[in-house]
């Protein structure tokens, strides 16, 4: 689907007229809801209090309690890199804090299924564990929650997705989306609840002199798996997590964070002394993501836990033979939807359904998510992708786009339809869900139906939202260097993208299908590097356009030790005179 590029409006703010911002960083700043200079102060002082969570003083109590009794605790995490850091964090800060029988568990997506379910209790029970903990699941894990207080385990659910009707009936609940829940901000991560629990504690703990024969923990060495967490999730960056992720990128770059993660860097080709939030998204997150998508994510979890630089590199090497085998298993269920979509609409130069549904038998479960996501920015549309689950059912993972919210949207056909989805749950954004494979036609229509509903004054046109055009001048090293550290950057809290007609000098697939050009600033003598990934290759290379529009990012290049600017192409189309 062709994309449009809009402008930003500039917006008045204080921010504005700060000597000390360049001018063009402050209007950035502006239109996304900087007002003032103290609004960039990301210090850790800055950070909501933990006293401000709804029921993090009662989850210390608890886990205080668990720690002086020494009691047997299991962490039950998620399948992403969310709940991978979340696990990593949970389990070493407890035994840092003392805690001698702290474990952890992670169900296998496609045995179990998703959160603390009653088979991943009766699995845990073997190990006789006195307390649970879960971690970026559990909010709607009823049954699971239900199966534990039978055995006599106590639970603590730390979650962070939204809450259904009802609440597990579990000793302590936190999460920021729980109703009656007045915490400030509602983005935080999985890894950045149970490291608010954590701080919680840890004041719990001084309240009771627990450090006096021991020393006290020192909570910032967590703040790399904050980090890589928010950032791989995905969540808002609002002002409190932009101060968890950049305390966590300081942490990397100063060379003080677990060997795990400089392992996954260095297999990402990424120098751990220029990293930012992107790196930490478009390099780690997918390797380790990928150990939960095809495996098992206890590979990604020991990767994050090792503490011995020679045994991480191994668990990385892993985790990139696994990330590397997940993008053949992609690319040919990309086929398959691709040829699906030939016979729809979609094929022609007509309007796309408002919403799209895909089923394949024998697509990989681990996969529908990005498959979804990649038809999803293809077409502008909400997408769900199913695979086949346990006998009679299928599995499906949604992704949404900027104003329809995808669970609300379950909800609503739930509601309406009794029934139909056996179960779900997830974001505004991306959801999962299951239901019989029999009605897999009737939920296409319901979804469709609501989506429709929701979307009836939505403007359904992809859209960049561009920073406007920079001048000459303004393409030079030194900015592109601040731009690149000015964030960090991320969802609701967008990387600068700017946009303008330039020149071709030159154009050459690299890769295959990635597209690498030299071109010339409109009246200027200057040549400036671009390149643009996945182009379309039935438009690219286009030898016979002399100009090209574009949205891009303006970034550093370096190679062999030189530093320059480079285009980072968003959004490409041909000028033909």
Sequence with gaps: MQKIIRRRQPIAAAIATEPSVHPLLARIYATRGISCKDDLNLALDQLL?????LNAQ????????????????????????????????????????????????????FEYGYGLTPG??????????????????????????????????????????LAGRQLPDADVIVNPNQPGCAFASKNLAGVGVIFYIMLALR????????????????????????????????????????????????????????????????????KYQSVVASDLGFAVGPRINAAGRLDDMSIGIACLLSDEVGEAGAFAARLQQLNQDRRVIEQGMQEEALQILAGLPVATDSEPPVAMTLYQSGWHQGVIGILASRIKDRLHRPVIAFADGDAGEIKGSARSIPGIHIRDILDAVATRHPGLISKFGGHAMAAGMTLPVDAYDDFTAAFTAEVARHAQDLELQAVIESDGELS?????????????????????????VFDGRFNIVSQRLVGEKHLKLVLAVTGSQQIIDAIAFNVDLDIWPEQSAARVDIAYRLDVNEFRGQRSVQLMIEHLVPVLD
């Design 203 to 270: 004041a719990e703990l001084r309240s009771r002199n627990w450090f006096a024969a021991r020393p006290e923990v020192n909570l910032g060495h967590y703040l790399d798996l904050v980090a890589l967490g928010t950032v791989a999730d995905v969540v808002p960056l609002d002002r409190n997590n932009r101060i968890l992720v950049a305390a966590g990128l300081a942490r990397i770059r100063a060379g003080k964070a677990r060997p795990g993660i400089y392992a996954l860097l260095q297999a990402g080709s990424r």
């Design 472 to 496: 000459d001048a303004e393409l030079h090293l030194d900015l592109a260097t601040q731009l690149r550290y000015a964030g960090p950057w991320g969802q609701h809290f967008p990387e600068p």
């Design 120 to 161: 991943i209790v009766a699995l845990a029970a073997k190990n006789k564990p006195d307390l649970i903990i879960t971690v970026d699941n559990g909010i709607s894990s009823l049954e699971g929650v239900a199966a534990a207080r039978d055995l006599g385990i106590a639970t603590l659910i730390t979650d962070h997705h």
């Design 58 to 109: 009662a989850a210390a109590r608890l886990l205080a309690d668990a720690l002086s009794t020494q009691q047997r605790i299991l962490i039950v995490g998620d399948f992403d890199a969310d709940g991978a850091t979340s696990t990593a964090l949970a389990v070493t800060a407890l035994r840092e804090f003392g805690a001698q029988d702290v474990d952890f568990l992670v169900p296998n997506r």
């Design 49 to 53: 209090p933990p006293d401000g969570l």
